[in-house]
């Protein structure tokens, strides 16, 4: 009983130690976020004489963070809305009819999870370069292309088990299909949109690639984006590089910290099934 | 009977139509493409093979493939193993479990391409600081050769990955009866052997879902690539997804861009759909 405890001990130390390596690039980056540019050429171990908020000052200022933060918050609570809106309406006439056409679309969105970005980007930004579809709408449409498979994959698996009788005795009530849909079904498929929403949020609020050939004008710019530029101005100046970043990822960690067990849950669940 | 169809059909329109104009047409226009001397702009006419015998002799993009597959295997492995270690000692029952579980997974949460400026600095200053005192030379210019700089690409990636891999990793191992576990410690068994004879089968699932995902995700990677080493230096730690992207908008070289694109779908698809096939046959085994 007494080795089990000391291994036990063993153990909770190590999660430690490990658990402080995992945590020092954020703590290198916050510590050193606070110090002067001599300070910084110094040496990068040390905690600063003076803790100084220029740089955040600076920071803020130059990543313009309050419009890039609404930026980033317009375009991912949109195009998660889109998402979730069509996805699972799409899902819902898939499972309901059946039948060998619902059969091939079905297929149709899970085979498109298997093509890369990068192979049907440059067709896809010289496409919607020529409908004059490159700005936001565009995006969030091109979220929803991209989006859906996933999407429709994981309500279609649920609905799959939600029995037809309840379809059947709603529209012996006189329900239309709509209705059937907005005010049973839907209800019944929260969990499922939790999931959704927190898989599509993670990947759209951090996505760079996509909004950097889609909305690459000023004003617009996402977080991604913005850092991307800030980061680039100000190599040689990590001092302010790196209150950037912190300001950057502030919001990710506060979120975190709140939604930490369904956010796991929910990664966990998109990614097994 | 029209009727009974319309709601069908609405219902399917939105997604349906984002699917085709997104990701459908622009594989078949690039499919297309990749067989002419498209620009952008001018009409294309047909080239035939001509990109795709060219790609294959082009040092940039053959170097690019065996950058891009030697940090996949290398990846993949760290990946899992250190994946696999977190969710075993987590699973232990702990006062910390769920803090540790917290923070190995908070790397996911933050986009690729600021976790690469993250760790940019680490490798940069951090290192540089660590060497001087601890007065090792190595540890300068972690970002400026070819071979370090393919390390801090895998350090990244295992720091950041091996979290997500672990929840996975989780939800299998919790799913294996406790009842088992105590019934084979009655027989004797000692930890290894419970792991190994009990648990270990019947997280097998868990490992080919961890293996796929990782695989298609290192060899998908840019964000990360783009942030943290640039693809430098001269382009040695440069993968795949990024010599596309140069290829296309920086040498304006569309066509070619996309017949080396269609050659990195079929890669990937041709991963995944290993992974499908797996998947079936294990099933029917079970």
């Known amino acids: ?273 | 009977m029209r009727n009974r169809n319309l709601w069908y059909w609405l219902f399917l329109a939105p997604a349906l139509l984002a699917l085709a104009v997104v990701v459908i047409l622009p594989l078949a226009f690039g499919v297309y493409y990749s067989f002419t001397d498209w620009n952008g702009i001018r009409t294309p006419s047909f080239v035939g093979l001509e990109h795709y015998k060219a790609l294959f002799a082009e040092k940039e993009f053959r170097d690019a493939l065996w950058f891009t597959t030697k940090f996949t295997v290398v990846s993949v492995f760290l990946i899992n193993f250190f994946g696999l270690s977190l969710a075993l000692l987590v699973t232990q029952k702990m006062k910390t479990s769920h803090l540790l579980r917290t923070i190995f997974f908070m790397p996911n949460l933050i986009g690729g391409l600021i976790l690469g400026f993250i760790w940019q600095f680490i490798f940069i200053k951090v290192f540089a600081s660590i060497g001087e005192l601890i007065g090792v030379e190595a540890l300068q210019g972690w970002l400026s050769t070819p071979a370090t700089g393919f390390w801090a690409m895998a350090i990244l990636m295992s720091w950041q990955m091996a979290g997500y891999i672990m929840v996975i990793y989780i939800s299998f191992l919790e799913g294996v009866p406790q009842e088992l576990l105590e019934a084979a410690e009655i027989d004797g068994a000692n930890s290894f052997q419970r792991f190994y004879h009990v648990t270990f089968p019947l997280v097998m699932p868990a490992f080919t879902v961890s293996l796929f995902l990782t695989l298609s995700n290192s060899f998908k990677l840019y964000d990360q690539n783009l942030s943290l080493t640039g693809g430098g230096p001269y382009n040695s730690t440069q993968m795949v997804a990024m010599e596309i992207f140069k290829t296309a908008f920086v040498e304006n070289a569309m066509a070619f861009a996309q017949a080396k694109a269609v050659i990195f779908f079929l890669i990937v698809a041709a991963i995944s759909l290993t992974q499908v096939y797996i998947n079936k046959k294990r099933e029917v085994e079970m």
Do not use: C
Request: charged share 15%; no cysteine.
């Open chain 1, 1 to 273: 009983m007494k080795r089990k405890k000391r291994g036990k001990l063993i153990l909770e130390i190590l999660g430690v130690i490990l658990a402080l390596i995992w945590l020092s690039p954020f703590y290198l980056m916050i510590v050193n976020s606070f110090k002067t540019k001599r300070e910084m050429f110094e040496d990068t171990l040390k905690l600063p004489d003076v803790f100084t908020f220029d740089n955040y000052v600076v920071a803020f200022e130059r990543l313009d963070f309050l419009k890039t933060f609404f930026n980033s918050l317009l375009i991912t609570v949109l195009a998660v809305a889109v998402i979730i809106v069509f996805s699972s309406m799409a899902a819902y006439a898939l499972s309901r009819r059946g039948g060998k056409t619902s059969g091939i679309i079905f297929m149709l969105f899970v085979a498109a999870m298997l093509i890369p970005f990068q192979s049907v980007m440059i067709p896809l930004v010289s496409i919607f370069g020529k409908l004059e579809m490159l700005n936001r709408g565009g995006l969030i449409f091109m979220y929803l292309g991209f989006g859906a498979s996933l999407s429709i994959f994981l309500y279609h698996g649920t609905l799959s088990g939600i029995p037809k009788s309840l379809d059947e005795a709603a529209t012996i009530d006189g329900a239309n299909r709509f209705q059937i849909f907005w005010h049973i079904i839907f209800p019944m498929l929260k969990p499922v949109s939790v999931t959704v929403a927190i898989l599509n949020i993670i990947w759209i609020w951090n996505d760079y690639l996509l909004p950097s050939l889609v909305i690459n004008q000023q004003g617009m710019e996402t977080i991604p984006l913005k850092m991307f530029f800030f980061f680039g101005e100000y190599t040689k100046q990590w001092h302010l590089a790196l209150a950037g970043l912190t300001i950057a990822i502030i919001p990710v960690i506060i979120i975190y910290f709140f939604l930490q067990k369904q956010i796991i849950k929910g990664v966990s669940e998109g990614s097994v099934k």
